[in-house]
């Protein structure tokens, strides 16, 4: 799933989001549309993927719901939530670090008279549970993905003194118990979010805990989606990215009992007037159907941007993995994105070192990276999640070769990405236009492949789409001209 930066609720520390999400300094604060009760303040802090990120939102609206009020700053909070990622070790272990801090702090509070509750959610919570509890006495609860509808009663609990665990899948919808943003809440958010649309995996790939910490794979209804997906824009809301563990694996059903693929979910979703884009994330390559290839073709508002993760380039570890494609079938994908859609740019996820794997594996990897080219990657280093098949093999590479191979794929995908980037230089492109910029008089957006772009221009062009020149690309951006009517008129 892919990095964000913290803003609002303070999403920080992800470490493979791929959206940018905007920084609190950026946007103004929400007015509340009713004064706050007493429940204080609430910080969010969230780890991982673009899943967690919505979690993180969704749990704010629900704590507002409860009269606390979003900060983004520690100090004032009386209220933090740790949304946490398990996919690897260093991400986990990382929840640990924090927690000590947050012990810390809490100390402090208690010695002064001030309370603070800390709580963890999310997919550590889910893996670990009790040993949260135990490694860590300063946490008062603990809170699995799909519990955290419960939140406003358990922290009723915890008020007692209770330290609880409540990491059971829920038999209720977790969406039908949360409440919407006000329209405040969400043009405080930005112009581009996300909207989950499926949760959960089948897939039981023997390196990932997914399945075990999100459960069976379920799809939310259309119209529920729909809906949603409306409020969002209706309150200024110009990008959705719709997500899921599987995203191209929902088949939601409709009023009529009729189930939905993700292509005709998104092609209804096109029709929406205001929406001025649309993406979708992650997927995988078995339910790359031919109807969401085509979609790149037929909608003109789904942008020209894939991410389908591999893995890996060789058909032996992929087995091993359990991934359920070959090479030859994904590099069929992307020659059929390709097709449809011509301008389509691809993005992936590769383990590297996974049990087992030869150096001959590891150059097939390297081989099918320079065959498909892509703009951006996320690469890793195999870990052993406790509990996974993975993890119970004897054939574990040393850490050595793992850092020597990460460092030659990574240095392979950098160099395809600032290809890319360069390539761009001399383009005109559409750019949605989300935020100010860093300087005075200058804005910044997206470019329809994930690309920051910086102009000069007026900040009451936040929320369109304009065309832009690309004078320039820097390491981890492009700068851009406004481009008039005329201009591209005479072009």
């Known amino acids: 799933m892919g990095l964000a930066e913290s803003r609002t609720i303070s999403l920080k520390g992800a470490d493979k989001i791929s959206t940018r999400v905007q920084n609190a300094s950026e946007l103004p604060s929400p007015a509340p549309e009713s004064a706050p009760s007493e429940g204080g303040k ?26 606390y009020a979003e ?77 955290y509808h419960r939140l406003p009663d358990l922290l009723k609990q915890a008020k007692g003194g209770q330290r609880l665990t409540d990491t059971e899948f829920a038999v209720e919808d977790k969406f039908d118990a949360l409440p919407q943003p006000s329209r405040a809440q969400i043009r405080a958010r930005g112009v581009s979010t996300f909207v989950t649309v499926q949760e959960g995996c089948d897939k039981f790939c023997s390196f990932c805990v997914v399945p075990y910490t999100r459960g069976a794979e379920v799809s939310r209804p259309v119209a529920d989606i729909v809906a949603e997906t409306r409020r969002l824009v209706d309150a200024g809301v110009r990008e959705i990215t719709l997500i899921g563990q599987n995203v191209n694996a929902y088949c939601g059903v409709d009023e009529k009992g009729a189930e939905w693929s993700l292509a005709s979910l998104l092609g209804r979703l096109a029709e929406m007037p205001g929406i001025k884009r649309l993406r979708y994330t992650t997927s995988h390559p078995v339910d790359m159907a031919q109807d969401l290839i085509d979609a790149h073709e037929a909608i003109p508002k789904l942008m020209p941007f894939v991410h389908l993760p591999v893995q890996s380039g060789s058909d032996r570890v992929l087995k091993a993995m359990n991934r359920k494609h070959t090479v030859a079938g994904y590099l069929d994908i992307i020659a059929r994105l390709r097709k449809a859609r011509p301008d389509v ?87 949605l236009f989300e935020k100010p910029g860093r300087h005075e008089g200058q804005i910044g957006g997206k470019s329809p492949y994930m690309q920051a772009v910086h102009v000069n221009g007026p900040a009451d062009m936040i929320g369109e789409v304009a065309r832009v020149a690309i004078v320039a690309a820097g390491s981890n951006s492009l700068a851009g001209r406004l481009i008039s009517e005329g201009e591209e008129a005479k072009a």
């Open 345 to 431: 740019a691809m993005s992936s996820d590769f383990i590297v070192g996974f049990p087992g794997e030869t150096d001959e594996d590891f150059e097939a990897t390297m081989a099918l990276v320079r065959e498909a080219g892509f703009a951006s990657s996320f690469s890793f280093k195999y870990s052993p999640r406790p509990g996974t098949p993975g993890a119970e093999r004897a054939d574990q590479i040393d850490e050595e070769v793992k850092r020597a191979r990460l460092a030659a794929l990574q240095a392979l995908l950098e160099e395809q990405r600032q290809a890319f980037n360069a390539a761009t230089v001399g383009k005109t492109i559409d750019v």
């Open 42 to 67: 609430v910080l969010v802090k969230s780890y991982g993927c673009q899943m967690n990120v919505y979690d993180a939102t969704r749990m704010a609206d629900l704590l507002g719901r409860e009269g």
């Open 71 to 147: 900060t983004a700053d520690e100090a004032e909070a009386d209220l933090v939530i740790l949304n946490t990622c398990h996919i690897r070790e260093k991400a986990a272990e990382k929840i640990y670090s924090e927690l000590g801090k947050l012990a810390l702090e809490k100390r402090e509070r208690e010695a002064s008279g001030r309370e603070m509750k800390i709580v963890v959610a999310g997919c550590v919570a889910q893996a670990e549970g009790e040993e949260v509890l135990r490694r860590q006495r300063a946490v008062d609860l603990v809170v699995g993905p799909q519990s």
